[in-house]
């Protein structure tokens, strides 16, 4: 059974710093992508960012570019997004998510198998 257990989040002020953690287990992603998405109270959920290994081919939304940086251990079949410059917009609940379809990287919900249960990063002003 596969599972994605995301960790890092919490409540920091705009201008902060925080690092999620997304650990898959019950098979390897090793040549999947893995990405975040995120879910603000009201909104729709939104891609943030995908890769399939470091210093590969990765994507981020425009909103996040300059401040978010996706990053893999693929030996310990983990994803991290670190987010710097934090804003109070980029309160959400942020999901951890993985393709089963290899070399692919997708930015659309609909290109992901598993997700995490989502881990909520609050930003106050």
């Known amino acids: 059974q596969v599972q994605l257990v995301e960790s890092g989040g919490g409540l920091v002020q705009a201008g902060d710093s925080l690092r999620l953690s997304c650990a898959a287990s019950g098979r390897t992603f090793r040549h999947s992508a893995m990405g975040w998405f995120r879910q603000a109270p009201g909104k729709e959920r939104e891609f943030v960012a995908a890769?399939?290994?470091?210093?590969?081919?990765?994507y981020y939304a425009d909103s996040v570019k300059g401040r978010f940086t996706i990053s893999r251990d693929n030996a310990r079949n983990t994803v991290y997004l670190q987010m710097n410059s934090l804003k109070p917009e980029d309160t959400a609940d942020y999901y951890c998510?993985?393709?089963?379809?290899?070399?692919?990287?997708?930015?659309?919900?609909?290109?992901?198998?598993?997700w995490g249960q989502g881990t909520r990063v609050t930003v106050s002003s």
């Open positions: 890769n399939i290994w470091s210093g590969g081919s990765t």
């Open positions: 998510a993985a393709e089963k379809t290899p070399w692919v990287v997708g930015t659309t919900q609909e290109d992901y198998d598993y």
